[in-house]
């Protein structure tokens, strides 16, 4: 039979793991609880692992896109290489400049591009490449799918794997066709320019804003007794050269103060003359050298003008001959006038005289025979009349005055008074022209004498025209005998006719004074004419 002890202790053990019980299973609860929370936060932090993860995928898709398109068009050509020199990818700008598709240029090893003469140079920058794992600025020549050559600049870096094995290239290709043709047409010009240069009869010499030569020429360094040539003075300094410059100089003091001078002033200065101790004479120019206001230097040039000096010298001295010789010519001209006139005059006086009182003596025929002595007296002194006039031509001073022409003109016709069966006419509104009164009166009195003289018509016509082009033209225009082609030249010389003297008293000097007159207003006289159809004579004069 079970004691109460035994049944207290029982209960006590019951209550005990009731109390066990209810606390394990709040424990299990709270286990529970902390389990279904962490899930919770886990479930929680995988979400966010996974939209991160989303996030990260889309972003590097971009970056890999904007990479790509980077890639694809940059200006500069970009090329990768397999390790057996193979285009495993190229943008558009290398694809362009080989002309070769996607597809294509996949298909492509570096040997079938290189030109073929620039094949060694290319494989010795590969070693480079192996070795440094880089080069740079490598130029050579490629040829792209349809045979054009062009030249390109290529930087290059290696690829190695973790193992540092060799896997390629990415190539940096620049086309630099351009640039090589200008260098190419650069050095052609300067070849071209030094040719030029040293084939210069003139000294150069180029200087900086330093004081140091940059240029010169082969004749400078003749003018200064240079013999080692014009790369013997580059970058040496000028004013540590003149002291040699100078030596040679008459006067070197004054030469070495002028150039400091004119450096110092930095102005224009032509024609500096220059006396050499050799009795060279040399003009020197200098110009200074202005860029964006600021001096950058300057050049030096001497002239030899020995030769011309010494013709100047000579000019003036025939200037004075010949002025001399004028004055000599012009008295000459006058006493011999008056001296050959004098007996002339005597002989035309006692020829009448013969005529007169010995009229019946000498008969008909002597009489004719006295009448061409005293004919030909007079005619000799037309001669030295006219003679007299051709000297004077050019002697008289120019004077300058605006002419009304229409009055000059109808003055001139009222003063020659010409024969009643003549008709002159005058194109009307002829202009004003400014020339010298006398000369141009001479010129037309002359002009119209002659058509006058030598008209065969019943009815002379003399027309006076005037066109306006770069000069004053005028034209006498006649309906006389006209003037055979031939002849066109001789009847400006002096003392030619084209009639005999027996039938038309002439001196054949007037139209020579009418060329000299013009040429000496510096204008110029033409002639139009033929046999049978009248004679025109072209006046061009000068428009001031």
Not at 150 to 178: H, M, P, T
Not at 342 to 355: F, Q, T
Request: include cysteine; proline fraction near 2%; glycine fraction near 4%.
């Amino acid at each position: 039979m079970t004691s109460k002890k035994d049944i207290s202790q029982l209960e006590d053990k019951i209550s005990m793991l009731e109390r066990s019980l209810r606390r394990e299973r709040e424990a299990r609860k709270l286990s529970e609880r902390i389990l279904e929370e962490k899930s919770k936060k886990l479930w929680e932090t995988n979400q966010e692992l996974l939209s991160l993860n989303a996030s990260l995928e889309d972003l590097v898709k971009i970056r890999t896109e904007r990479i790509e398109d980077l890639f694809e068009n940059m200006h500069d050509c970009l090329i990768v290489l397999d390790e057996h020199a193979k285009i495993t990818e190229a943008n558009k700008a290398a694809r362009d400049l080989l002309g070769y598709s996607e597809k294509e240029i996949k298909e492509i090893e570096v040997s079938d591009i290189v030109y073929e003469e620039d094949i060694e140079i290319s494989k010795q920058f590969f070693e480079i490449l192996l070795a440094e794992g880089y080069y740079e600025n490598y130029e050579g020549r490629i040829v792209s799918k349809d045979g054009t050559i062009k030249f390109v600049q290529v930087n290059s870096n290696a690829i190695f794997d973790e193992a540092g094995n060799f896997k390629g290239s990415r190539d940096i290709v620049r086309d630099i066709s351009e640039r090589k043709e200008f260098e190419k047409a650069f050095l052609i010009n300067n070849a071209r320019f030094k040719t030029l240069l040293e084939s210069l009869s003139t000294g150069i010499l180029l200087v900086n804003e330093q004081g140091t030569i940059v240029l010169s020429n082969q004749q400078f360094c003749k003018t200064f007794g240079i013999s080692e040539g014009p790369d013997y003075l580059i970058d040496k300094n000028c004013f540590e050269e003149v002291p040699h410059f100078t030596q040679l100089i008459l006067d070197g003091d004054t030469f070495e103060k002028s150039m400091i001078e004119v450096i110092d002033k930095r102005e224009v200065v032509i024609g500096e003359e220059i006396h050499f101790k050799n009795s060279k004479i040399y003009e020197r120019d200098f110009y200074p050298i202005i860029g964006d206001d600021k001096y950058l230097g300057h050049l030096w040039q001497y002239h030899d003008v020995t030769e011309s000096r010494n013709h100047d010298i000579k000019r003036e001295s025939l200037l004075v001959q010949l002025e001399k010789a004028n004055l000599d010519l012009k008295e000459f001209a006058h006493i011999v006038s008056h001296d050959l006139k004098a007996p002339l005059r005597a002989i035309s006086s006692i020829s009448d005289w013969l005529s007169e009182d010995y009229k019946e003596k000498l008969g008909e025929e002597g009489i004719q025979q006295v009448h061409l002595i005293k004919q030909r007296a007079n005619r000799m002194q037309n001669l030295i009349s006219g003679l007299l006039d051709y000297t004077k031509v050019g002697t008289a001073e120019i004077r300058m005055e605006k002419l009304d022409m229409d009055k000059e003109l109808h003055d001139l016709i009222v003063y020659l008074n010409p024969p009643a069966h003549f008709s002159i006419e005058i194109q009307e509104d002829i202009p004003e022209i400014y020339s010298d009164q006398l000369r141009i009166q001479q010129i037309f009195q002359n002009l119209i004498s002659n058509s006058i003289k030598y008209n065969d018509k019943d009815k002379g016509l003399i027309k006076i025209e005037y066109e306006h082009s770069e000069h004053h033209r005028f034209k006498v225009i006649d309906n006389g005998p006209g003037i055979d082609k031939k002849y066109h030249e001789k009847i400006f010389q002096i003392f030619q006719t084209l009639s005999a003297r027996d039938a038309f008293e002439s001196t054949g000097v007037g139209l020579s004074i009418v060329k000299k007159i013009v040429e000496l207003l510096e204008g110029s006289i033409e002639i139009e004419s033929e046999v049978g159809k009248g004679t025109t004579f072209i006046i061009n004069l000068p428009i001031t």
